[in-house]
């Protein structure tokens, strides 16, 4: 019980830090499956956010493509906000493997902030500064980069509160550990504030859309 405490609590610090806004999540896992095999034996189909090649061949001497085609240095702060969210699903994928081992009530809300969070890698690839162009079909491409869905915040937010209402009121700071649920938990919660330290430049010089903080 003391484990499960400490693994809620853990739960309650990550997430509001992952309320970080959210897309149209259904079209991101549903483009592509992975087969994976269960206990049984049988085969069974997951949802996956892959949708494209693993390598892009644009990546040599120090400079990358933003999705809207503009190439910049690799160290500017479009591609630190990138690095840091690409940084921060990693360690929710590590979470959830040990979740997984664990039978935690809470594996598929992993994913599902795994694949929110591709969503906002979407939109700090796509400047707010390149959404006039000359060319139809590219602008619609951008700006189909620059919506969200405000429902994913709202369940988020249902998320924190349920598992809010299990715990008692905090009286004292959480010292990170609890086990490698609740201490990869932390790591997590630690590499998506420095995600949000690397996207709040963005927003402040309306770069991005600020919805990408709420």
Same mark, same amino acid.
């Given at each position: +019980? ?6 809620? +609590? ?41 949708? +494209?090649?693993?390598?892009?061949? *644009? ?10 085609? #503009? ?15 690409? #940084? ?12 997984? #081992? ?32 000359d060319d139809p079909?590219? #602008? ?13 915040? *709202? ?31 932390h790591v997590a919660? *630690? ?24």
């Open positions: +019980m003391a484990q499960l405490h400490r693994r809620t +609590m853990s739960l309650r610090t990550i997430l509001p830090l992952m309320k970080l806004g959210g897309g149209v999540w259904e079209q991101t896992v549903t483009k592509t499956a992975i087969p994976e095999i269960n206990r049984n034996s049988n085969i069974i189909w997951k949802p996956s956010c892959r949708g +494209m090649k693993i390598y892009t061949r *644009t990546g040599d001497k120090g400079v990358t493509s933003l999705f809207t085609g #503009e190439r910049l240095p690799k160290n500017t702060k479009f591609f630190n906000a990138l690095g840091t969210t690409d #940084e921060l699903s990693s360690h929710l994928g590590l979470v959830k493997a040990y979740a997984e #081992e664990k039978r935690h009530e809470y594996v598929d809300q992993l994913e599902r902030i795994q694949c929110i969070l591709q969503d906002i890698s979407s939109l700090l690839a796509t400047p707010r500064n390149q959404e006039i162009s079909e590219r #602008e619609a491409r951008v700006l189909k980069r620059l919506s969200f869905n405000p429902r994913h915040i *709202t369940e988020l937010e249902q998320w924190i509160d349920r598992y809010d209402s299990r715990l008692p009121p905090l009286t004292n700071f959480i010292l990170p550990g609890g086990g490698q649920v609740s201490a990869a938990l919660r *630690t590499v998506c504030r420095r995600a949000e330290r690397e996207i709040v430049p963005l927003v402040t010089e309306e770069l991005v859309d600020d919805q990408v903080l709420n």
